[in-house]
Antibody, heavy 120, light 110 residues
Framework: QVQLQESGPGLVKPSETLSLTCSVS??????????WSWIRQPAGKGLEWIGR???????NYNPSLKSRVTISVDTSKNLFSLKLNSVTAADTAVYYC????????????WGQGTLVTVSS | QSVLTQPPSASGAPGQRVAISCSGS????????VHWYQQLPGTAPKLLIY???QRPSGVPDRFSGSKSGTSASLAISGLQSEDEADYYC???????????FGTGTKVTVL
């Protein structure tokens, strides 16, 4: 059963770049036709899809975040990454990574999530 | 931004049935399948129902899903205390070329 684990700094300064990685274990990130997504959830609020990367490297992004987001995949390290630049306090949230198959399919499994706080 | 609309809360006594609605549009629910997630307090969301009405292995048959037109529904029958959680619907949106989530519904067992 594949497992996902987010990692990265828990504190980021305003205007800087938030960088997270999602390590995939017990399975290859390149297998089948999986898509790999990032999702976030501010405290006490709902879920927001940030974007996804296919194993080929092609991406889809949430239009509301597209100008600030880059998602990439590193098949040699079996992980994918999120970069969100020019962050503000509004980007403070728990960030989750998740797998999807097929392209319109459900998110399953999810990582446990990692809290990122934007503050000086 | 949440494109799919859910009631903020729902409740029922143990053993009762609760239904949660998810309203969307032709570009999301009307064109694609709906998935439901359960989020217990302090934990990551977990897939509950996929492709409108399919249950992953291990999900009790007390949970069921349906879809009609641009709306979907999640039903919990035989409500149990461990069902207290937040529930979210989600679907791919062809216009946004991305996923959209529902606003979320908090289920309380009275």
């Amino acid at each position: 059963q594949v497992q996902l684990q987010e990692s990265g700094p828990g504190l980021v300064k305003p205007s800087e770049t938030l960088s997270l990685t999602c390590s995939v274990s017990d399975g290859s990130i390149s297998s089948k036709n999986y898509y790999w997504s990032w999702i976030r959830q501010p405290a006490g609020k709902g879920l927001e899809w940030i974007g996804r990367v296919y194993t080929s490297g092609s991406t889809n992004y949430n239009p509301s975040l597209k100008s600030r987001v880059t998602i990439s995949v590193d098949t040699s390290k079996n992980l994918f990454s999120l970069k969100l630049n020019s962050v503000t306090a509004a980007d403070t949230a728990v960030y989750y990574c998740a797998r999807t198959l097929p392209s319109w399919g459900p998110f399953d499994p999810w990582g446990q999530g990692t809290l990122v706080t934007v503050s000086s | 931004q949440s494109v799919l609309t859910q009631p903020p809360s729902a409740s029922g006594a143990p053993g009762q049935r609760v239904a949660i609605s998810c309203s969307g549009s032709s570009s999301n629910i009307g064109s694609n399948t709906v998935h439901w997630y359960q989020q217990l307090p302090g934990t990551a969301p977990k897939l509950l129902i996929y492709s409108n009405n399919q249950r992953p292995s291990g999900v009790p048959d007390r949970f069921s899903g349906s879809k009609s037109g641009t709306s979907a529904s999640l039903a919990i029958s035989g409500l149990q205390s461990e069902d207290e959680a937040d529930y979210y619907c989600a679907a791919w949106d062809d216009s946004l070329n991305g996923y959209v989530f529902g606003t979320g519904t908090k289920v309380t067992v009275l």
